[in-house]
């Protein structure tokens, strides 16, 4: 797998064997490059289909934007998720009232 930062599937697979690595340091797992590869894989189409959702739920809303209640509709049947979520947005919106 070429490792150029620039190139999507290639900062994924990097990221994933990084959290993989550090994983290992952490306990006695050990994950092969082969899985590594398959979980990259993974990761990219859940990206892809998140983007393509996102995409139809602002165009379902009549905006040219993705909003962060887009993002929240996402994550809607990850309860854990969705309050992060809401909870990292309150911040962000209260930050840039404070500014």
Request: with cysteine; charged share 25%.
């Amino acid at each position: 797998m070429n490792t150029d930062a620039s190139d999507p599937r290639a900062a994924i697979w990097l990221a994933v064997a990084q959290l993989c690595s550090a994983d290992e340091n952490m306990s006695a797992t050990k994950f092969t490059p082969a899985f590594v590869d398959a979980l990259s894989r993974v990761v990219l189409s859940q990206a892809e289909t998140m983007a393509s959702d996102l995409e139809c739920f602002a165009r379902h809303a009549k905006r040219a934007k993705i909003s962060v209640d887009d993002v929240k509709l996402c994550a809607r049947r990850n309860n854990s998720m969705t309050e992060l979520l809401s909870t990292k947005a309150d911040a962000i919106k209260q930050a840039s009232k404070d500014s």
